[in-house]
């Protein structure tokens, strides 16, 4: 096979990820397109490499794909109940007080957000670490760490 037909074939998978919207097919498209852009560099390849690369490339990525970008999605904590995150550790980017309201950032979202309004029963400054205690409506009350 030549290089362009691993490019038009890489293309046509691509792009019929937008028809099957499955995120499956796209690492097809991409294997293949890895295949043809090595024949053109290095012309020559026999036939059998080049659907073994194209098997080895398509398989690397889907696992790659499900081993470390589909974690990082699913960080998110949305629709978690709010006992599960009790003691959550942020950090304080907007003084807290008794009567006055702050902002919190956690490393990761909490409840589908990183950062949220908070509240507490001391005053804390900006860039402490603080630890959830409770959510309270649409507030986090929180003290130090």
């Known amino acids: 096979m030549e290089?362009?037909?691993?490019?038009?074939?890489?293309?046509?998978?691509?792009?019929?990820?937008?028809?099957?919207?499955s995120f499956f097919v796209l690492w097809f498209g991409l294997g293949a397109l890895i295949v043809g852009l090595l024949l053109l560099?290095?012309?020559?390849?026999?036939l059998a490499g080049q659907i073994l690369l194209w098997a080895i490339t398509s398989v690397a990525m889907t696992a790659l794909w499900f081993r470390v970008f589909s974690r990082i999605r699913n960080?998110?904590?949305?629709?978690?109940?709010?006992g599960d995150i009790i003691g959550e550790i942020g950090l304080l980017v907007a003084e807290a007080a008794p009567f006055q309201r702050g902002k919190v950032r956690f490393q990761r979202p909490v409840l589908?957000?990183?950062?949220?309004?908070?509240?507490?029963?001391?005053?804390?400054?900006?860039?402490?670490r603080v630890k959830l205690v409770?959510?309270?409506?649409?507030?986090l009350k929180v003290t130090r760490a």
């Open 3 to 21: 290089w362009w037909h691993w490019i038009v074939g890489g293309i046509v998978l691509v792009l019929l990820e937008l028809v099957i919207p």
């Open 75 to 82: 960080k998110t904590r949305i629709g978690t109940a709010s």
């Open 112 to 128: 589908g957000a990183e950062e949220w309004p908070c509240t507490s029963d001391t005053e804390i400054s900006i860039g402490t």
């Open 134 to 139: 409770s959510v309270e409506g649409s507030f």
């Open 41 to 46: 560099v290095a012309p020559g390849f026999p």
